[in-house]
């Protein structure tokens, strides 16, 4: 049997069709211009690729068990129920209701951090580990937990909104959620793009004005990435900064949740090994434990695919 | 059938029968004397307690299924095994191997806070709930995570060292674990006794002074709550700041696990209502989410009887 995964995100729609050990065996996607038409039109569109990308796999309807759907947002993952999410503007979409107007298949859905887990849980850096803990870095710090083997999404569907630990009690930066001091102001590839501007400011010789030059309309997280590899001390700085408040977090989620393996996605962790060691040596020197074992952290493996291959799985 | 269960404490060791709705039918307790014995010593002489208790009910052995221990510090579950706690000087002490040099029995072993909590899961507060936090108010700030009606303990059994949550990441109050900044430095009664006796010398009208005759030795989180009640300007600031602290941590503990259920224990937590409506209200006040549901927050119900329920409990 196959499994359809759906990977949903504000720009496009991405759909593939994927086998039981995680593997795509095709996919395609299209625009998901959810500004311009309502959550049902987005949906019937949805399903019509879905048709499609099984007829171009050359597999019939009839060997697909069943059709996950990962999305940003709040989702109620027994009744596959979108609460709300900022990214589209949708208010309680029931994925299954839509879907099935459509296609007659068993309709799942989860919240696109925890799919993005689960997926490398079946077939990534963290596969088959009781429990682990997948962070993407990118806009937010979003995570999806796998707790005895299981997505673990909270009794509210609201857990793992881990980006919003506080890490800064008596203050710190404000954040969009109406709190200051929230993990995701410090952890994600927003604030590289924040200190890194505020460094340029500071530095103008920096290597960074050098690429952007000197708009801050230009500057991105691999922009100070790059120019913190190559040793640009104002870059450095914001890198060292970076990985300190990463590595305070992921102590928190050790001391809180303490999982086999915390797994590093989203745009941040293109950085590779130079990220990784460094926030490896951060989380050794100031790790609570001496005496005993601590989670191992590793990249992600899946990249982009995550997305579909983790949505596919919930219905393994 | 019956159960053992053994709360050891630093100071004392306590014995309880108990039914398996977590009812303690029969219960006794001897001095833990650690110092001046070896941890064999002690746990022949618990075994000898464990005896006299059964005795002493009126039931035999014959009736007793299990024994469990409740202990300080880091446990394996899987094996029983001590490895290290800063309360008794212990390393690598199998109460399994131990105890069944005495007492033909299966024997379990857990974290002091984790047994707590499972005790609130059978026969208290948190009865019945998926997915629940026990949080121990006292020198420390320690928590039993029950999710998916089991403990969970993480992978290397040392999940749950919730006090150790940074909240401080430029800075903060050093701890004894050797960070700062840890959330125990400041949700703990440790906490509100280093900021009662601070009040107390830059406000010398506090009636917090005419408690303790200025002894900073004699300051407890109890003066500072009796004082806080009664409306003394001084100790209701103590008290506030202490709030919005505990407040924080929980608020993260939402964030990140989304359980049911929080519940309050541990020394603290006796202020009752005074604390339970104050942190209700700064919870409500700062959380992330008002379209849905999250945790409801509790007192514990069991008192000091968790330690022996819950332990009871490892065997059932």
Known sequence: MYYIGVDLGGTNMAVGLVDENGKILHSDSRPTKSASR??????????????????????TLDEVKSIGVGSPGTIVSA????????????????????????????????N?????????????????LENSVFLTLGTGVGAGFVIGKRIYAGTHNVGAEIGHMNIMADGGEPCPCGASGCWERYASATALIREGNKACLAHPESAMNAVTGGDPEKMTAKVVLDAAKAGDPAAVEVFNNYVRYLALGIINIINILDPEMIVLGGGVSKAGDFLLNAVREEVARRVFYDEVAYASIELAQLGNDAGIIGAAMLGL
Chains 1, 2 share one sequence.
């Open 79 to 110: 009744t596959a129920e979108l609460v709300s999410t900022c990214n589209l503007d949708w208010h309680h979409v029931s994925f299954r209701n839509e879907l099935q107007k459509y296609i007659d298949k068993p309709v799942y859905a989860d």
């Open 112 to 128: 696109d951090a925890n799919v993005a887990g689960l997926a490398e849980f079946v077939a990534g850096a963290s596969q088959g």
């Open 38 to 59: 309502p959550a049902e039109a987005v949906l019937e569109d949805m399903a019509d690729l879905i048709l499609q990308v099984i007829r171009d796999s050359g597999h």
